[in-house]
């Protein structure tokens, strides 16, 4: 079972960037499609983005507009979100998520999650 730690959250400014990292540990990291999800206070998890076990693919939520991209480094173990213009909006604890599906199916609610890392944007 793949174990996953987040980092990378913090306080910004609205307009400001982040990164955030996932680094993996207890599995073979390239076996696995990647996903970003992230939950605001009081509302549902809403996903954010993944990438499939090459690196080559990424799908979006539908609310990133160009903003965010996902990467991974399946050298380090690790899966990235880079976040651009934030929003105060974006204010929310962010969550990796690791599953062996397909990313056209990855079925992330069978997958390993982190512990999140909450990012904070002030307006």
């Known amino acids: 079972q793949v174990q996953l730690v987040e980092s990378g959250g913090g306080l910004v400014q609205a307009g400001d960037s982040l990164r955030l990292s996932c680094a993996a540990s207890?599995?073979?990291?390239?076996?696995?499609?990647m996903g970003w999800f992230r939950q605001a206070p009081g509302q549902e998890r809403e996903y954010v983005a993944s990438i499939d076990r090459s690196g080559r693919n990424t799908v979006y939520g539908d609310f990133v507009e160009g903003r965010f991209t996902v990467s991974r480094d399946n050298a380090k173990n690790t899966v990235y979100l880079q976040m651009n213009s934030l929003k105060h909006e974006d204010t929310a604890v962010y969550y990796c998520v690791a599953t062996p599906y397909d990313l056209e199916d990855p079925e992330f609610d069978l997958g390993s999650w982190g512990q999140g890392t909450r990012v904070t944007v002030s307006s």
């Open positions: 207890g599995g073979t990291f390239s076996s696995y499609t």
